[in-house]
């Protein structure tokens, strides 16, 4: 089943710039072959689970690597009986 995630990333000690961190985060996400949608304060995707939840862990363990010790993920899932679209949710407003 597809489910959302919405992956907020908070770098607290780096040594670069934060949005070099998160900018990194954000290329995972577009290499990953998910659906997701860049909003401002947190990017969400759409895909299997096994995928979502291993994208996730990349997000993690490449921004600890790449020069910042400690982060924050703040992670919101949606999963269902059925796949989920996050286009469902908005389409109203669009």
Known sequence: MKINAAIQLL???TDEHRYAV???AIA?????GLK???CPFETVVEGESEKV????QAIQ???LEKNCSELLI??????????L????KIAKFQ
């Not at 939840?53 to 996730?56: D, F, P, V």
């Not at 949606?78 to 796949?83: C, K, L, Q, V």
């Open 36 to 38: 997701f949608k860049v």
């Open 61 to 63: 363990n490449t921004s």
């Open 53 to 56: 939840y291993a994208l996730i």
């Open 11 to 13: 770098p607290l000690d």
């Open 28 to 32: 995972l996400i577009e290499a990953s």
């Open 85 to 88: 679209h996050f286009d469902d």
């Open 22 to 24: 998160i900018d990194r």
């Open 74 to 83: 703040n992670v919101k899932i949606h999963a269902a009986t059925r796949d």
